[in-house]
């Protein structure tokens, strides 16, 4: 959609919404398949605030998403662009949120507990009680 906005027949003067973002969507559009090829997320979605845990957040991607949203509002708010402003400056809302959970739920996280070999003792456990 941004392509579309930045095209100059829609919104004339902006070259570098439509450079910028034609480029992101080949590099997301390639990131996103490799993504979804190579990982099994699954079963690990949205589980930050049920499990108290980051383990499944990653944080490098959140501080991303929050300097993305902070250079793209300030970008609006130069140019005066309320479409431009109102969609990143939920995406700076969301970043914060997104490191607010990570700083709140980090040192309630076990980085070292294996998800499988929890599964594994808690079936070992209810085969051996039931014997």
């Not at 501080?63 to 793209?72: D, E, K, P, Q, R």
């Not at 300030?74 to 402003?85: E, G, H, P, R, S």
């Amino acid at each position: 959609m941004w392509c579309l906005y930045g095209m100059p027949s829609v919104h004339p003067d902006s070259l570098l919404v439509i450079t910028i973002n034609g480029i992101g969507l080949v590099i997301e559009s390639f990131y996103v398949g490799v993504f979804f090829l190579y990982s099994n997320t699954w079963p690990k979605r949205k589980r930050v605030i049920k499990t108290q845990s980051v383990k499944y957040l990653p944080f490098y991607l959140s501080l991303a998403n929050l300097a993305n949203g902070m250079v793209w509002s300030t970008y609006a708010l130069v140019k005066f662009d309320a479409y431009i402003l109102i969609p990143n400056g939920l995406g700076v809302f969301s970043g914060m949120v997104q490191l607010g959970l990570y700083a709140y739920y980090y040192k309630t996280t076990n980085w070292d507990e294996d998800e499988g070999a929890q599964q594994s003792d808690l079936e070992l456990h209810d085969g051996h009680n039931k014997a």
